[in-house]
Structures are given as C-alpha cells and as structure tokens.
C-alpha cells in the first residue's frame, strides 16, 4: 500500500476511537437459562437461576437471575447488532480476541429488558501484523442499571477494512 493508503487506514481507525453504538432491547427468559445450564453446566443445581418459585421466595431479585456467562454469550448477537454503527469494517474478519477485564456488576433477572453499549476505546497494531481494537462494552437493564462491564478485543486483519484502507500488515 502507499503511505496515502496507509494514512487513510489510520484515520479510519483512528475515527472509531469514542464512537458508540447501542444494541436493541433483548430479554433472557427461563426456558433460555434452562437449556444454556443443561448444555454448559453453568447454574446447574444452582436454583437462584433456575427455580422462579424458590427464587421469588428466598431472593432478593424477586426471581430467578440470568448467569453471567450467559449474559456475556449474548454479547455476540449484539455486538453483531451493532458493528453496524462501525462502518467500513466486515464483523467476519473482526476476530474475537478476548477480554482485557470483565466484571458481573449486578444481576440481570430472567424476563428483564436488556442491551449492549459498545463503545472504541482504542486501537493499537499488533505485533504479528493487523490490529486490536479494545471496545469497552455494558450490558444495561431498561432501568440503565449496568449488570455486565468490560474491555473486549477484537482482532483486525488486512480484510477486516471494507474499503480496503487499513495500513499494510506486518
């Protein structure tokens, strides 16, 4: 590529840092918690997240609650939903790199209204060659209440730039 390619993908880049996007509204229900302990094992025994009796009886949520793992599962569909308010990158070739931290803030109970509040926070070269963009990302309850934060990577090869302005891989 030239070096005007290469400042082109760097601006590019560069303009994704602060920009936020926001998921539709999705809800959890019990039938979901259920099959997800079956198949992971994840609250499997656990009847705060699946026993609504006992739940809202003994818990202070009023029922039973979402497990986090499944709470971060589901940032996949809305990360989806929203890389569209990142445009020029293609979400095939934006890899999933990991988390820099991730924390359960509060419970999210089953039935409750929920979305993702995606936010670039930076993005940096990586060594063997393309990028990583760190996004630091909220799951909030309709209350705004956030029950999930974190910093979430993603992996950015030379395909990952739609208009194929990303800067030279290594």
């Keep these: 590529m030239t070096n005007t390619e290469d400042k082109a993908g760097i601006e590019t880049l560069n303009g994704l840092v602060g920009r936020e996007s926001v998921s539709s509204w999705r ?3 019990q039938e979901t918690v259920d099959r997800y302990a079956a198949v992971s094992g ?3 025994g656990e009847w705060i997240h699946l026993d609504p ?3 809202a009886r003994e818990a ?3 029922g039973t609650i979402v497990p986090g793992f499944l709470q971060v599962a589901n940032l996949t569909r809305l990360f989806g939903e929203t890389v569209t308010g990142f445009t020029g990158i293609d979400p095939n070739h934006a890899l999933n790199y990991g988390f820099d931290r991730l924390r359960f803030i509060a419970p999210l109970p089953v039935g409750a209204p929920f979305r993702a509040r995606i ?3 930076e993005v940096r070269p ?3 060659g393309g990028y990583v963009a760190k996004q630091d990302v909220v ?3 309709e209350d705004g209440k956030p029950t999930l934060a974190g910093e979430w990577l993603f992996y950015m090869g030379e395909k990952a730039f739609l208009d194929g302005s990303a800067p030279a891989e290594g």
Aim: proline share 10%.
């Design 27 to 29: 809800v959890i229900d």
């Design 42 to 44: 994840d609250g499997d």
């Design 53 to 55: 009796e006992r739940a």
């Design 60 to 62: 202070p949520y009023g």
């Design 119 to 121: 936010r670039v926070s």
């Design 126 to 128: 990586h060594p063997a």
């Design 139 to 141: 799951l909030e309850r």
